[in-house]
C-alpha cells in the first residue's frame, strides 16, 4: 500500500505554534495564523504518515475544465471535476470510513477551499492578487484523509477585468461566539436536518475560504463528538459553512445513539481560534 500524507494538519499546526508563540501580553486573546504563514507550510514533508485503506488506490479525480493555462478575468471560477472509482457522498463526512465512499477536497495555492460532491464547483476569486494561481482536487476519504498519488492540478492566469475590492481587518470587534440555537440540547433528530447557530462580533465569508487571513473573518466547522484526535479533529468535521444554518445528514449513525454536535469558529486557513470558540449540543438518532 501507499503511504497517504496529510496536508491539513500541517497549516493548522503551524498557525497554533505561532499562536502559542506570540507576546505573553496577548495571552487568552482569540487570534489567527498571520497570513500566508501557514501556506508555505502545506508543502514541507508530512511529520504524519498512514497506509491507505484498501480501495482508496482507485478513488481519482480529474479536472475537466478549465484547461492547465487558462487565462480566467472573471472574479468566479468555473470548475468542472469528473470523480471515478468511488461515490460522492458529503453526507458521511466526519463519520467512519467505507469501502468506495468520499469526497473530493479543493485547495488554492497548496489551500484547503473545501469538500464537494458535485461535478461544478465556483471558487470564488476574492482576495487573490492576479497572475498564476495553482488549482488542485484531490480524492478523500470520509475522515478527510487526502488520496495524495491521485491529486490533480492545473494553473491558471487570473487577470481580472473588473478587480473585486479587497476584504480586509475588521476592527472593534468584541470577543466572538458561537451558540446552537437548533437543535435543542437532548433533541431527536433523523434523516436531514438543520443545524442553526448564532454568531456574534465575527464575520462569516464564504469568498474568503482557503484565502489569507483576515481579521475578524472566516466560517465555522461542525464537528461530530469531538474536536480533537487525527488531523487536528478534522477527522470528525461533517462539514463547513459560512451561513447560520447548515442542513446535517444522520446517515452512517446508529438508529438510538447519542452524538454530539459541535460548531466551532475558524479562520480562512481552517484552523480554529485560539482560544477555541464552541459550542455543542447532545442529540439522539432516530
Known amino acids: 500500500m501507499k503511504p497517504l500524507k496529510f496536508l491539513l494538519p500541517l497549516v493548522a499546526v503551524a498557525a497554533l505554534v505561532a499562536a502559542a508563540c506570540g507576546d505573553d501580553d496577548d495571552e ?24 491507505l485503506p484498501p480501495g482508496a488506490e482507485n478513488m481519482k479525480v480529474e ?20 470523480a471515478t472509482g468511488f461515490d ?9 470510513n467505507e469501502d468506495g465512499k468520499g469526497h473530493y477536497h479543493v485547495l488554492i495555492d497548496r489551500a484547503l477551499v473545501n469538500m464537494y460532491c458535485t461535478d461544478d464547483v465556483e471558487l470564488s476569486m476574492q482576495n487573490l ?22 491529486e490533480t492540478e492545473v494553473e491558471i492566469n487570473y487577470q481580472p477585468a473588473s478587480p473585486l475590492a479587497a476584504i480586509t481587518d475588521a476592527t472593534g470587534l468584541g470577543e466572538p461566539s458561537i451558540k446552537v440555537l437548533e437543535p435543542k440540547p437532548g433533541a431527536t433528530v433523523s434523516g436531514d436536518f438543520d443545524v442553526v447557530v ?16 483576515v481579521a475578524g473573518y472566516g466560517h465555522w466547522h461542525l464537528n461530530l463528538d469531538t474536536t480533537t484526535g487525527p488531523m487536528m479533529g478534522m477527522a470528525t468535521m461533517v462539514g463547513m459553512s459560512c451561513e447560520k444554518t ?17 460548531p466551532l469558529l475558524t479562520d480562512n486557513q481552517h484552523v480554529p481560534l485560539t482560544p477555541e470558540v464552541s459550542d455543542k449540543v447532545d442529540v439522539i438518532i432516530q
Open 88 to 96: 460522492l457522498a458529503c453526507d458521511l463526512a466526519g463519520k467512519p
Open 129 to 150: 492578487e492576479p497572475g498564476t494561481h495553482t488549482i488542485a482536487v484531490v480524492p478523500a476519504l470520509n475522515d478527510h484523509a487526502e488520496v495524495l498519488d491521485n
Open 246 to 262: 447548515f442542513r446535517m445528514s444522520t446517515a452512517g449513525l446508529t438508529p438510538g445513539s447519542t452524538h454530539s454536535i459541535i
Open 63 to 82: 479536472i475537466m475544465s478549465p484547461a492547465d493555462g487558462a487565462e480566467v478575468s472573471e472574479n468566479s471560477l468555473a470548475l468542472k471535476v469528473e
Open 198 to 213: 448564532e454568531i456574534s462580533n465575527f464575520n462569516l465569508s464564504c469568498d474568503l475560504l482557503g484565502k489569507p487571513n
Open 28 to 51: 487568552g486573546s482569540q487570534s489567527t495564523s498571520p497570513p500566508n504563514e501557514t501556506t508555505a507550510a502545506t508543502t514541507a514533508p508530512a511529520a504524519d504518515e498512514m497506509q
